[in-house]
């Protein structure tokens, strides 16, 4: 409900991101229309056969919220740790990374938003994708 008057270009430097895009109930939503897309997905619905959806929907959100600087703090596991022989590749890592930005841009997240979220994709691409025969056009790849 705050913060709504920080569209267009100005930097607001003082807001987190988290409190520009409107804090925990824009998280929620953004997690949940994720979720939706991840779940119309044929391509990735396998991984979260017999995941506990609110669970996981919960540790996205807290996840989310550290990494815009919202308040608390993550309790998951260490990414690394969490998806481990799941054997996500590098493609369905960017379809879901794809959906995400999509998601933050449908709930008017600026470009500054999105470059950060997509820097954290980036550094996070490593801990989370296991396999890579089949190489996207994701930039940076070195490796
Ligand atoms: C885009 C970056 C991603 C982030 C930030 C992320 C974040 C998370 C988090 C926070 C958890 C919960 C950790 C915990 O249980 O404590 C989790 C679990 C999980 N993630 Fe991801 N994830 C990402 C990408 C993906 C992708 C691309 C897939 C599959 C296509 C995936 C599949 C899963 C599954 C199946 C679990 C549950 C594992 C289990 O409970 O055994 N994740 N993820």
Do not use: C, W
Not at 3 to 17: C, K, P, Q, V
Not at 111 to 138: C, H, M, N, W, Y
């Amino acid at each position: 409900m705050s913060n709504s008057e920080t569209t267009g270009g100005t930097r607001t430097a003082e807001l987190s991101y988290y409190a520009q895009l409107g804090g925990a109930a824009t998280i929620r939503q953004a997690v949940d229309r994720l979720y939706g897309l991840i779940g119309a997905d044929d391509s990735l619905i396998r991984y979260f056969d017999h995941v506990h959806l609110p669970t996981l929907k919960a540790h996205m959100a807290a996840l989310l919220t550290m990494a815009l600087g919202g308040p608390g703090g993550y309790e998951g596991r260490d990414l690394a740790e969490a998806h481990h022989g799941l054997k996500i590749t590098e493609r369905d890592y960017a379809t879901v990374g794809g959906y995400l930005t999509a998601v933050l841009r449908e709930l008017d997240a600026g470009t500054e938003i999105v470059a950060a979220v997509t820097e954290i994709l980036t550094a996070v691409r490593g801990q989370i994708v296991e396999v890579f025969d089949q190489p996207t056009s994701v930039p940076g790849a070195g490796g």
